[in-house]
Nanobody, 124 residues
Framework: QVQLVESGGGLVQAGGSLRLSCAAS????????MAWYRQAPGKQRELVAE???????TYADSVKGRFTISRDVAKNTVYLQMNALKPEDTAVYYC??????????????????WGQGTQVTVSS
């Protein structure tokens, strides 16, 4: 199993910045990709940004140029630097990982895990 613990959410004014962190821990596992999703009230959860184990990144069009995803491989931690925040960025942000996990004597490939979510509120 892999546990994801997020931190860094909060309340910020439009134009401000926040940095989210997500640390993965557990028994024997290998992280493949890590990502941030968000879900606003009444809307579906959407991908914000993703980073692969080789460092390739993908961003939602709505955050390109404002958000930056990065990763500390040694610490199994992913970060989301959010700049120039807008009220429409208000949502619960969830960390997600795709990992290979050693469980019951065999490797399980591509398991997905979610964090508990952290609230980001941007006031106008």
């Amino acid at each position: 199993q892999v546990q994801l613990v997020e931190s860094g959410g909060g309340l910020v004014q439009a134009g401000g910045s926040l940095r989210l962190s997500c640390a993965a821990s557990g028994t024997t596992f290998r992280v493949n990709s890590m990502a941030w999703y968000r879900q606003a009230p009444g809307k579906q959860r959407e991908l914000v940004a993703e980073i692969t184990k080789v460092g390739s990144t993908t961003y939602a069009d709505s955050v390109k140029g404002r958000f930056t995803i990065s990763r500390d491989v040694a610490k199994n931690t992913v970060y989301l630097q959010m700049n120039a925040l807008k009220p429409e960025d208000t949502a619960v942000y969830y960390c997600n990982t795709n990992a290979d996990v050693l469980r019951s004597g065999r490797w399980w490939y591509g398991d997905r895990y979610w964090g508990q979510g952290t609230q980001v509120t941007v006031s106008s």
